[in-house]
């Protein structure tokens, strides 16, 4: 049945995709379509890390945007329709050659595998950040922006995730403080548009936190003006962090190409240095991270693995 394993049993199994965010999912639609018998694994909640954001709003085909957790449950939906096995365990390592996935549960073997991995916010690595994570420090104002009611919190960025997350929490805290290190913010025009008409919005820009203090939790953070080089502590109830992300690409231990941050290196098909192993969405080197090119690159993934697959059979 679907969302069942034998535990520690390696079943053989044509295809094993890693991740169930928008790529894995995208990927195992189009697996299931092609009747390839698919495993895919999670260690999260099926949607991964994508759940943490409440509306997806340049989706095609959502006029005002679509809630997160409907599109993935949608997703879910089409992939379980298919009998696509989904189970929840953690890939501990990969071995290219042999195909197989070693997980905390089971092992794991397959003819072709598709790595949608995705990735994790990255940190400021500031003195108080590990200190007071949980107890004002975030890294999701989605999950914890209702804890600010008229407080006064601080985001670290200036990228699209920061518009949308600062613009989320102003429904909660009487004040929201965006510090980005540079003279302008990288976010989307129309995103900065709707930042700077709202009120509760105020920006530190050419900023960097280089501290976050604070008892038994945050009370401020310490501000670095890059212009002047002067420091001056800020006070703030909350500091939500958006600096970008790190591939979760350390269970494959460097067995297949990456750049320098750990982001796979592909071809236009997907495919990684490794043959019949293909990447697909955040965890991979592109240009671009957002859901509707996730589930582009699941879909050539899982195109390329059946084409790998028919191959073998020749």
């Known amino acids: 049945m679907p969302g069942t394993f034998i535990k520690n049993y390696m079943a053989m199994h044509d295809l094993i995709i890693i991740g ?33 954001s409440e509306t997806i709003e340049n989706y095609p085909g959502f006029p005002g945007g679509v809630a997160t ?11 379980r329709e298919l009998e696509v096995n989904i189970v929840n365990d953690e890939v501990l390592e990969l071995d290219p050659v042999k195909k197989t996935v070693r997980a ?21 690595n500031v003195p108080g ?12 104002a989605t999950c914890d922006a209702p804890f600010y009611k008229e407080k006064k919190v601080v985001i670290v960025g200036g ?46 820009l050419s ?18 003006n890059l212009i002047t080089g002067q420091e001056n502590d800020f006070s703030c109830d909350g500091v939500f ?11 494959l231990k460097n067995n297949l190409t990456m750049d320098a941050a750990g982001f796979l290196l592909t071809d236009e098909i997907m495919a990684t240095s490794s043959a ?17 090119n996730a589930c582009g690159d699941g879909a050539v993934a899982a195109d390329s693995a059946y084409k790998f697959i028919a191959n073998q059979e020749k």
Do not use: W
Request: glycine share 8%; with cysteine; hydrophobic share 40%.
């Open 159 to 204: 990228g699209n995730a920061v518009a949308e997350e600062a613009i989320y929490l102003s429904r909660f805290a009487s004040l929201v403080n965006v510090i980005h290190r540079r003279e302008d913010l990288r976010a989307a025009k129309i995103m900065q548009e709707r930042m700077q008409e709202n009120k509760k919005i105020n920006f530190i």
């Open 69 to 79: 957790d409907e599109l993935i449950r949608r997703m879910e939906q089409q992939v």
């Open 276 to 292: 019949g192993i293909f990447a697909c969405g955040d965890c991979r080197k592109k240009s671009l991270y957002q859901v509707i």
């Open 104 to 124: 905390s549960s089971a092992t794991y073997q397959s003819r072709a595998i598709i790595i949608a991995s995705g990735a994790r916010p990255r940190k400021l």
């Open 129 to 140: 950040e590990e200190q007071f994570t949980g107890r004002g420090v975030s890294y999701c």
């Open 241 to 251: 962090i958006y600096i970008g992300y790190e591939p979760e690409t350390a269970f």
């Open 207 to 224: 900023s960097i936190v280089t501290e976050i203090k604070g008892t038994q939790k945050v009370e401020a953070v310490r501000i670095k």
């Open 20 to 52: 169930s965010g928008p790529a894995g999912l995208t990927a195992a639609l189009y697996a299931g379509r092609s009747r390839l018998n698919t495993l895919l694994i999670e260690k999260m909640a099926v949607g991964g890390r994508i759940l943490m």
